[in-house]
């Protein structure tokens, strides 16, 4: 399998899942700025619509969302426990979280990076933001990961998105919840290989 990623960007959650997973994968940088691979490559003849994470199997079949890649890869490595079996209860609720953090927070973040968003509009898009992470952080009490116990695909793309908060000048500090978790995350040998492998580690 191959992963186009960029660093600190979606990405990074699928790329997090591959490491935890244990499964063979080449990473391939894939800028987003330049749309170019190292070779030179444009990377739009690769992905159309230039966006990562990109995964592309032995056989050449393709898939685009981070939240399909990454439970994609946690099906081909069951013994991982990174999602639960498909059809049961755990695993729609499972999918209740990836979709969460895909529409409220991913999503949340999105005007903060466009150098379009007018800078009036950008305090109301960080109140948003921070209503539902408080609202996250109260469901995050006595619970190690997202799900309960279990590190799962879903904790992934959560410390993966909630990761930009620094970037923007939204402050999460006074979640504390939230901040144990991730800190917890952020513990883990495969999101330290990960981050180091997209250069946010040393």
Known sequence: MKLFYSPGACSL?????LHESGLPFEGVLASTKT???ADGTDYYTINPLGYVPFLVLDDGRTLREGQVISQYIADQAPASGLTPAAGTWERYKLQEWLSFISSELHKGFSPLFNPATPDAFKPAVKDRLLQRLTWLDGELADKDYLTGSTFTVADAYLFTVTNWAGFVGLDIS???????VRARIAARPAVQAAMKAEGLLK
């Open 13 to 17: 959650a699928p790329h997090i899942v």
């Open 35 to 37: 749309h170019k691979l």
């Open 174 to 180: 006074g979640l504390a919840n939230l901040a144990a």
